[in-house]
């Protein structure tokens, strides 16, 4: 059975029996996931700015797994000490867990020391037969209709903040050229300048005939 904890941010844990894989695992927003008594056996990495690789590295380090992100980003966290996988777009990954494939998001991405961090990019999961869609930090595209004829993904996590990312409007479009059942809202409320109207965007998603399931980070077990 598949379990889907939204830890805040863009930061999520999904747990395939007792395999559980972190993706942009920013876990200092919310004190109450405990990631040290997790199962933990993989790391994901959309992009490398601060608020997305957050924990990663002490992570990887405590729990002896790898990160896996695209080259530049991984050799970074070599570098650091850490276990890396470097990939690149488009390929399945096999896990215990599962498997996943990186895809295009437009967006920027630079390592903490300044330096460029490679390509920015969603991951879509295969996790028993569940297609997740994690859109990292990207701006509404055409390659969702894409990603919608080849892997038709189910479920949806998306950024609707804003500023940086889709926002609500945007957001919304781009649930109906995933085709998913699902959306979980991210990337929101954590800063002054990605505040989101939830309302609204329920709404919105409403109208396109998929679920809108918004996870309250606070209430996590």
Same mark, same amino acid.
């Given at each position: 059975? +598949?379990?889907?904890?939204?830890?805040?941010?863009? $930061?999520?844990?999904?747990?395939?029996?007792?395999? $559980?894989?972190? %993706?942009?695992?920013? +876990?200092?927003?919310?004190?109450?996931?405990?990631? *040290?008594?997790?199962? %933990?056996?993989?790391?994901?990495?959309?992009?490398? *700015?601060?608020?997305?690789?957050?924990? $990663?590295?002490?992570?990887?380090?405590?729990?002896?797994?790898?990160? /896996? $992100? +695209?080259?530049?980003?991984?050799?970074?966290?070599?570098?650091?000490? =850490?276990?890396?996988? &470097?990939?690149?777009?488009?390929?399945?990954?096999?896990?215990?867990?599962?498997?996943?494939?990186?895809?295009?998001?437009? #967006?920027?991405?630079?390592? &903490?020391?300044?330096?460029?961090?490679?390509? =920015?990019?969603?991951?879509?999961?295969?996790?028993?037969?569940?297609?997740?869609? #994690? =859109?990292?930090?990207?701006?509404?595209?055409?390659?969702?209709? /894409? %990603?919608?004829?080849?892997?038709? @993904?189910?479920?949806?996590?998306?950024?609707?903040?804003?500023?940086? /990312?889709?926002?609500?409007?945007?957001?919304?479009?781009?649930?109906?050229?995933?085709?998913?059942?699902?959306? %979980?809202?991210?990337?929101?409320?954590?800063? @002054?300048?990605?505040?989101?109207?939830?309302?609204?965007? /329920?709404?919105?998603?409403?109208?396109?005939?998929? =679920?809108?399931?918004?996870?309250? @980070?606070?209430?996590?077990?």
């Amino acid at each position: 059975m +598949v379990d889907l904890k939204y830890i805040g941010h863009s $930061a999520f844990e999904i747990k395939n029996g007792d395999n $559980a894989v972190l %993706i942009d695992p920013l +876990v200092s927003v919310n004190e109450k996931y405990n990631w *040290h008594e997790e199962p %933990i056996k993989d790391i994901l990495l959309t992009h490398a *700015h601060g608020d997305h690789l957050g924990e $990663a590295i002490e992570i990887a380090k405590e729990k002896d797994i790898e990160v /896996t $992100a +695209v080259a530049e980003l991984a050799y970074y966290i070599k570098e650091q000490g =850490a276990k890396s996988k &470097p990939i690149g777009l488009g390929a399945w990954i096999n896990y215990s867990w599962g498997r996943a494939v990186f895809l295009p998001a437009f #967006h920027s991405s630079s390592l &903490p020391d300044g330096r460029y961090g490679g390509n =920015a990019a969603s991951i879509l999961l295969d996790v028993d037969g569940v297609r997740i869609y #994690h =859109a990292g930090d990207t701006c509404l595209s055409s390659e969702m209709k /894409t %990603i919608k004829e080849l892997y038709a @993904p189910q479920i949806a996590l998306l950024p609707i903040g804003g500023n940086y /990312t889709m926002d609500v409007e945007h957001a919304a479009m781009a649930a109906k050229w995933l085709g998913v059942r699902t959306v %979980i809202p991210m990337h929101y409320g954590t800063f @002054p300048e990605i505040q989101a109207d939830l309302e609204k965007f /329920t709404r919105l998603i409403s109208m396109g005939n998929t =679920a809108c399931q918004i996870l309250n @980070p606070a209430e996590i077990k």
